[in-house]
């Protein structure tokens, strides 16, 4: 069981991290309740705007920590 699961998107245009997030989403095993998405934030700010602005159904809420380099989706349990 799995509770946490994680992703890095260092080196991806924010092209390639949406269909990666999308896919992702798509078929995430359904005991996992928190995405920690990595995208950096030294190299540029493109990735984490566009991860803070991702929008997708299965995202319940984001958590924006004090790490500037990380997000942390919220998944909603399907039913």
């Given amino acids: ?3 946490f699961s994680e ?3 260092h080196g ?3 092209a390639e991290a949406k269909k ?5 989403l798509k078929k995430i095993p359904p005991d996992v309740r ?4 990595i995208h950096g934030y030294r190299q540029g700010t493109a ?3 566009m991860v803070r602005r991702y929008s997708n159904p ?3 809420r984001k958590i924006l920590g004090l790490n500037q ?3 942390v989706f919220v998944i909603k349990q399907k039913k």
Avoid at 20 to 24: G, I, K, R
Avoid at 34 to 37: D, K
Wanted: aromatic residues 4%; without cysteine; proline residues 0%.
């Fill in 69 to 71: 380099g990380s997000t």
């Fill in 58 to 60: 299965r995202v319940e």
């Fill in 12 to 14: 991806k245009t924010s």
């Fill in 34 to 37: 928190e995405l920690t998405v």
């Fill in 7 to 9: 992703i890095d998107l």
């Fill in 20 to 24: 990666t997030l999308d896919e992702l």
């Fill in 1 to 3: 069981m799995s509770y």
């Fill in 47 to 49: 990735l984490r705007e």
